[in-house]
């Protein structure tokens, strides 16, 4: 099948923002094929590229001058089963929920604290989702990619994604760089059920042991009365990540905000509670234009309808210069901003 290039493309259904923004020129790939294809085309090779999966991390501030490349590769399927572990593979534009389901179908557990996490399953591993206790580093096990330079396939392992916190090589050296095709996860053996994250501990306290099925609708039920959903009120789920500082800068802080909430990492060092800062600058619920602080999840900026990725940024600026003010910590966003 030829490339097919859509011209003056809305991106308003294509981002969870719902921000309204053109793509001059778009192009959707479905296999590893056609974004060799892309790369080796005489025309569309050389030109800047936006990698587009789900559109729920990413805000959109002005039309993309890059060609985006929209990511449509699917395809699942099992290809180890024995006593050390399962290992499943899942193409780059499969939803990852939909990733997670279909693994729970098969008998397959492992997944099911990083239930609803919206997107796709080729941008997980760009920001090593995470949540109720979970990341995709604990899962992962290799991932295709070509590279948009050279048109290269290359297979990457644990150790070249570098994952950190919400973080990996595709936000550094590889941004922009490496169309993720294909993402290879190990299911473990035995499986056991991952329930110390605050929220699901007081769910299953002095209960028998929750089967997957059970952890996997907790985690829906939770997720679904904490966050907004972005059909109804656009959003990228957290839109600022945990700041990590070392233990002097967390026990100035103490001293002055005893109640601030941190939890203590393996390198001694802290993650502060970001939504706590927030709301202690009183921006919790705060609109600003047609964009607002949720009223419910501090972390999470929300379209009250029609506004701009401009909109969104200037709220997003001044949740971070108050923190700054405040505590003298800088936020981090965590989407990606074009
Ligand atoms: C309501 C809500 C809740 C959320 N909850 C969580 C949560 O609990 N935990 C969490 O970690 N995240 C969460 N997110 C953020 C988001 O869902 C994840 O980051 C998700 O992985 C983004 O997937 P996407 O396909 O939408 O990526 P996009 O938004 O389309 O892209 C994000 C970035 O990845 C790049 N990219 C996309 N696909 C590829 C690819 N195939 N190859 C290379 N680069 C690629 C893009 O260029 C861009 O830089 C939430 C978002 C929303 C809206």
Redesign the pocket.
Known sequence: MDLQLEHDVALDAL??FGVAARAPRLVRVHDAREVRRLVDDAQLGACPK?????????LLTRDPDALVVK?EIGGLRVLRDDADGCIVEAG??VR?HELVEWTLRQGLPGLENLA?????V???P??????YGV?LADRFESLD?VDLTTGREVTLDVATCRFGY?DSQ??HAL??R????RVRLRLPRPWAPQIAYADLARRFAGGATPSAQQVFDAVCEI?RAK????AVLG????FFKNPVVNRTIRNEILEEYPEIVSYPLADGSYKLAAAWMIDACGFKGRALGRAAVDARHAL?LVNLGGASGAEIIALAQAVRAAVRGKFGVELEF???VV
């Open positions: 981002n969870t936006l990698i587009l999966g789900g559109g729920s991390n990413l990511v780059a534009g990852w609803l996490i919206p997107g796709t080729g941008a997980a760009v920001q090593n989702i995470g949540a990341e990619a919400r595709f936000k941004a922009g490496s169309l993720i095709t997720r966050l907004p959903d972005p959003n990228a789920g957290s999470v965590e989407p990606v």
